[in-house]
């Protein structure tokens, strides 16, 4: 990759998942219990698929589709953290490192601030940067949409990246 000028990069996620019948969500690889899970080909990681995505974008490779496709059976049940390590190797293999990640979950239920710190220490560990690298906070829509109506759970990311090493 060849970068004019400062070498930094933006990129921008989105996931969603309708929710399906189950008894937990993963979100930043936590494992919190629901009175639902969600219909997904992998783990259905909102956080960590939007994030992968942001990271994607920033090196303008496409997206999680792309790399992880939901037809290809090797991704059945996986665990996202899988895909958040590659994604984090593929920014080193292109010179460049997470500066900072900014994801907000959208959803009623459930509360997400008592799971934060993990999930924050997750994502820091699977990209090896430091936790305050990583911001993770929610929000809901008051009661619109396929979140409000508690159909599903979605989640935004951005991030920036920049040159692995300065110069």
């Known amino acids: 990759m060849t970068d004019k000028g400062t070498g930094m990069r933006i990129g921008q996620g989105f996931d969603v998942h309708a929710f399906a019948a189950g008894d937990h969500l993963v979100l930043g690889g936590v494992r919190i219990a629901h ?7 992998s783990d259905g990681d ?6 992968c995505d942001a990271l994607l974008g920033a090196l303008a490779l496409g997206d999680i589709g792309r790399h992880f496709p939901p037809s290809d059976p090797q991704w059945k049940d996986a665990d996202s953290r899988l895909f958040l390590r590659e994604v984090g190797a593929m920014l080193a293999d292109h010179g460049k490192r997470l500066v ?4 907000t979950v959208i959803c009623e239920h459930p509360k997400i601030g008592p799971h934060v710190p993990a999930m924050r220490a ?7 940067v430091e936790v305050g690298c990583i911001s993770i906070k929610a929000t809901t829509t008051e009661g619109l949409g396929l979140t409000g109506r508690g ?6 990311a951005v991030t920036l990246v920049g040159p692995s090493t300065e110069a």
């Open 151 to 156: 159909e599903g759970i979605a989640a935004l």
């Open 46 to 51: 909102v956080v960590i698929h939007a994030l």
């Open 122 to 128: 997750n994502l820091a560990a699977d990209l090896d």
């Open 35 to 41: 009175t639902h899970g969600v219909a997904a080909h």
């Open 100 to 103: 900072n990640a900014d994801v």
